[in-house]
Every structure is written in C-alpha cells, then in structure tokens.
C-alpha cells in the first residue's frame, strides 16, 4: 500500500489534485494499477469533492483532531471526515506534529470515533506510545529525509529497528524520500507494509509514469 500524501504543494491541489486523482482513476479502471494498492491523501478543502466524485479510488485525509463537533473554529473533527465519507486520517505527520501529554488518549479517541489513524514517528519512543494507543498503523519517517530524494531505505538499520518494534502489532508504514520503483522495492524488502510518499511523485513531470513505476514493483 502506497500512500500519495498530495501535502499542499500547488502542483497536487484544486484543479491539480482532480487532474491527479482522475488520471489515478483512470490507471486503475484500465487494469494498469490495482486501486488497492494505493491511498490518495488530498488538502482537506479537496477532500469532500474528490472522494464524491472518485468512488473507485481510496481517499484519506492528511489530518485530523480530537476536538468535539461545536465550537472549535478550523479543526477538523472525525465527524467532519465521516460526513465526507473519510475513514482513514494520517496523524501526527513532521509538519504537522501533535505530540504531547494527551497523546496516546488523543489517538484512543479518534479511533473510537470511526477513524483509523495512520500514526507519523520520528523515533521509537514515539512508535511505542502510537503502539499503546492501539494505532491501526505507524509510520516511521526520520525529519531530515522528507522531500530530500534521499530514501529512508538508506537508513535500513533504523527501519528495521522500527520494524521490529511494530510488526505483527500493527500496519508498519515507512516514508521519507522513497523516489523510485526500486526505493519502494527496498522498503517491501525490509518488511514494510506500507509506504508514504509525497514529492516523488508530486513533483514528477510524468506522473502518470511515476505512479506506473511505483505501484507497479
Ligand atoms: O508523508 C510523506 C512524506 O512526509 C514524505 O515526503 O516528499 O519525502 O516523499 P517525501
């Protein structure tokens, strides 16, 4: 399973992020990719349109909050996902990070609300308290990796630390730089189940090629 995190890069927003999402579809009803193989993770203001108008394709959010429906002016409740049809939220990602004392019940809260959460770590200690929220699946992503074309596979000692930690316990993701076919190959060889990836393919003149060339290892 690769996640496309489309972030708020201008080449995968509005009008963009349709185009990616049709062309995703368009992939997948053609036989050449098997939708599912992939999440699309779209701005949230895309969010609500792109998952009435994509029914055969996986759309997630990038975000979520623990907040109640009512007055909580600019978050994002996991009521507002399930009105759109959303089950699944990234949580925790490195630019936009929520660590802290309410945490692990942040997360138990969420969840309990209908939405599986895809918890972004930078470290084991973060896995381990995504691990005691009972997180549906943690991704390991080192800060300095993400958007660099450097992949986390060239870090294997860390990944298979992380791996170690989460497998068998919940859905291991890793992300940061993946950029090729044979990057996502390495990761699948180390024992990840998922993948997050963002610029690689965003950011790729072809992306119709890229998207054939990552989900087709
Ligand atoms: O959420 C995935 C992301 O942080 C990795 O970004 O651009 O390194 O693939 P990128």
């Avoid at 997948?28 to 108008?53: C, M, N, W, Y």
């Avoid at 060889?189 to 090629?209: C, P, R």
């Amino acid at each position: 399973m690769i996640i496309f995190n489309l972030k708020t890069y201008a080449e995968s927003t509005g009008k963009n992020a349709q185009n990616i999402v049709e062309m995703l579809e368009n992939l997948t009803s053609e036989g050449k990719v098997a939708g599912d193989k992939f999440t699309v993770a779209p701005s949230v203001l895309d969010i609500g349109h792109l998952r009435k108008q994509f029914r055969n394709i996986n759309i997630m959010s990038q975000n979520v909050s623990a907040k109640s429906p009512g007055s909580n002016t600019g978050w994002i409740t996991p009521e507002n996902l399930l009105g759109n049809e959303i089950t699944f939220s990234l949580y925790n990602h490195s630019e936009n990070r929520v660590l802290g004392s309410s945490f692990v019940e942040d997360i138990r809260n969420i969840q309990s609300r209908g939405i599986k959460l895809i918890v972004c770590v930078e470290n084991l200690d973060e896995a381990a308290l995504a691990l005691e929220a009972e997180a549906f699946g943690i991704a390991y992503e080192p800060k300095e990796l993400i958007g660099s074309g450097v992949s986390v596979t060239t870090k294997p000692d860390e990944v298979i630390a992380f791996l170690n930690l989460v497998k068998g316990r919940t859905m291991p993701f890793v992300g940061a730089g993946v950029s090729t076919g044979e990057d996502v190959l390495k990761c699948k060889e180390l024992g990840a189940e998922g993948i997050i990836l963002a610029s690689a393919f965003v950011k790729a003149q072809d992306k119709e090629a890229k998207a054939l060339e990552l989900l087709n290892v």
